[in-house]
Nanobody
Framework: QVRLVESGGGLVQAGGSLRLSCAAS????????MAWYRQAPGKQRELVARSSSSGSTNYADSVKGRFTISRDNAKNTVYLQMNTLKPEDTAVYYC???????????WGQGTQVTVSS
């Protein structure tokens, strides 16, 4: 089992910044992905950014150049630095952990990000 605890959401004006954190605890194997997804009201959950334990990252086109995902493997923590936020970034942001070989995945409880115009 893996437990994910997110923090850092809130209300910010357009153009502002927020930093999300997600700490994983439990049975953590070295080969894994940690990622951030988001879900806006009435929309499907979508991938925002993913970080692999190998060091690779990928981003949704809508956030490239504005968001940065990083991780501290020693702390089993992943971060999402969000800059130049837009109202369309408003959503509940979820942390996701997935073991690469087994495919087992776990979700955090979600943290609300609201960007006012």
């Amino acid at each position: 089992q893996v437990r994910l605890v997110e923090s850092g959401g809130g209300l910010v004006q357009a153009g502002g910044s927020l930093r999300l954190s997600c700490a994983a605890s439990g049975t953590i194997f070295s080969a894994n992905h940690m990622a951030w997804y988001r879900q806006a009201p009435g929309k499907q959950r979508e991938l925002v950014a993913r970080s692999s334990s190998s060091g690779s990252t990928n981003y949704a086109d809508s956030v490239k150049g504005r968001f940065t995902i990083s991780r501290d493997n020693a702390k089993n923590t992943v971060y999402l630095q969000m800059n130049t936020l837009k109202p369309e970034d408003t959503a509940v942001y979820y942390c996701n952990f997935r073991r690469i070989f087994s495919g087992d995945e776990y979700w955090g409880q979600g943290t609300q990000v609201t960007v006012s115009s």
